[in-house]
């Protein structure tokens, strides 16, 4: 198999994976494949964030709202980048932000 495919065929083995859990657009998997970089244990926004609240990781959050989700997520806070509709469009922010505030969600 081609270095190609095989890159391919793991691109698309972990949102299969993930969308067995909702048929709609998977918050979760969103949220690690767009915020996952800054907002994971060890990423930078996480590191930031735990100068001043705790449980610093955003999944781990007993309390966040929605609206509080998409509207710093769209306007950027400090030095998080707005994030624009063009890397995340709004009904994908919407089941992110669904997604945290559904939690505190375990460690994964
Ligand atoms: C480039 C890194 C980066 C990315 C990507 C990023 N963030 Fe952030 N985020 C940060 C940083 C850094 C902060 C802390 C800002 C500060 O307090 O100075 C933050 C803060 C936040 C806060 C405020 C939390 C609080 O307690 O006040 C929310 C909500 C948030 N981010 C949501 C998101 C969502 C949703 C996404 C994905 C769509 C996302 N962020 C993507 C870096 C990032």
């Not at 859990?21 to 907002?39: R, V």
């Not at 890397?87 to 919407?94: A, M």
Request: glycine share 10%.
């Amino acid at each position: 198999m081609s270095r190609a495919l095989l890159i391919a065929a793991a691109l698309l083995a972990a949102p299969l994976a993930a969308s067995a859990q909702s048929a709609a657009l998977d918050g979760q998997a969103l949220f690690h494949a767009k915020c996952g970089m800054c907002h994971e244990a060890g990423g930078m926004g996480t590191g930031l964030l735990a100068r001043r609240i705790q449980p610093a990781e955003l999944e781990k959050r007993a309390k966040l709202q929605p609206d509080y989700v998409f509207q710093y997520a769209r306007r950027g806070l400090g030095n998080m980048p707005p994030i624009t509709p063009g890397d995340v469009s709004d009904s994908q922010l919407k089941a992110i932000a669904a997604y945290l505030a559904a939690g505190p969600h375990g460690a994964k």
